[in-house]
């Protein structure tokens, strides 16, 4: 195992020892995940070809609250946590609002986004396992960067399937990877089964990510010595995010102050997830009472407009099936959609929350979240990546009607990453050609008539 590389010096209970597993305070839990071929839940075995050993626990441990954190994974953490928890004073000053408003900010290392607290995570237990390497897919390409970061620190072979427009729109996230030594290839690819057919059914295809994450998921099974990782929607990924909100509520423990309202962006709901959990266990224990809201596109509406039920993960349909609020495995967003947040499906765990009423939903329009990521850069000085932007927009939305109520709420809201590689999406922007889209009921009717018949046990 390396040495640690560089080393800030912090009190150790401002970097959280253990990560939160919120399904242990769930009364009723979230579905389990099924298997394809059986339709039965699906057992530590099933998912062991697929996940390393220690990830696969984790999954599916509903009953554990706290997962102590490795000494390598927190040595790791040092270089970039605990994250800035900061308030937004100048976009306060703006908007000339009552209300408080404080972000944590989750850009602050090289691959710019959360996605590396959960890669150094998977990528440790890989290396524990003694495997020699990870496979995974990437959108826009935050988790690839943040994997093959994660990976090069720990000597692990990385191969990234990027869907296929991103690899072409955006050079220089590949070359990030390459750079930390991952092998980038553009999917669908003719490298597998399922890359080939979808090419064959779908000639010219620029990708989607649910068939880049079923040609990772084939060459892991197939290549011995590898599995497949992913960087949201699982339980094990907003387990290790858990550190976001923990770090949060310790600070505000810190400072005296107590959000009244929580908001993130929310995609495949990993740092939603792991942002709200501490306050979801205290809320869901009785101990106190938070809003807490999720932010999605109104181009990808998961949750304001999806089904509670079970779905696909992947195009190929070779991973288990999640019960979720989902648009259908096929749905893919407009093409004229540039702000992230594309996943058709949304962790099962915050399906369930949502469907308890535990937590709210908002969608947004896309022109309404680049004015919002304007706003905020011109004022707060980061540039915020678009998904991130849908958080702002929610949290100055809220602010701006406590100013019309006379309310001094306190705002929380996730800041997830920077934007310097979503220029082309702030150039649409800025030259005034960035449209909303939003899909129609009927687009939505023949994307649900196509989800598999599932009997929940
Ligand atoms: C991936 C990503 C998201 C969305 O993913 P979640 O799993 O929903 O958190 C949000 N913001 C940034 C910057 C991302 O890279």
Known sequence: MNTIPYKTYLEESELPECWYNVRADMKKKPAPL????????????DLSHVFCDELVAQELDETTPLFKIPKSIRDFYRMFRPSPLVRAYFLEEALGTPAKIYYKFEGNNTS?????????????????QGLKGVTTETGAGQWGTALSMACAFFGLDCRVFMVKCSYEQKPFRREVMRTYGAAVTPSPSMETDVGRLINAEH??????LGCAISEAVEVAVKTPGYRYVLGSVLNQVLLHQSIIGLEARAAFRKLGVKPDVIIGCAGGGSNLGGLIAPFMGEKLRGEADYRIVAVEPASCPSFTRGKYAYDYCDTGRICPLAKMYTLGADFIPSPSHAGGLRFHGMSSTLSELYDQKLMEAVSVKQTDVFAAAQQFARVEGILPA?????????????ALKCKAEGKEETILFGLTGTGYFDMKAYEAFNDGTLSD?????????????????????
């Open 34 to 45: 099924l298997n394809p071929a059986t339709g039965a839940p699906c057992t530590a075995e």
């Open 112 to 128: 710019g986004s959360h996605k590396l607290n959960s890669a150094v995570a998977q990528a440790y237990y890989a290396k524990a």
């Open 203 to 208: 000639p010219g295809t620029t990708g989607s």
């Open 386 to 398: 678009p998904e991130s932007s849908h958080a702002i927009r929610a949290a100055i939305d809220e």
């Open 437 to 457: 889209y939003e899909p129609t009921d009927e687009d939505l009717e023949r994307s649900f008539a196509k989800l598999p018949k599932v009997v929940a046990r």
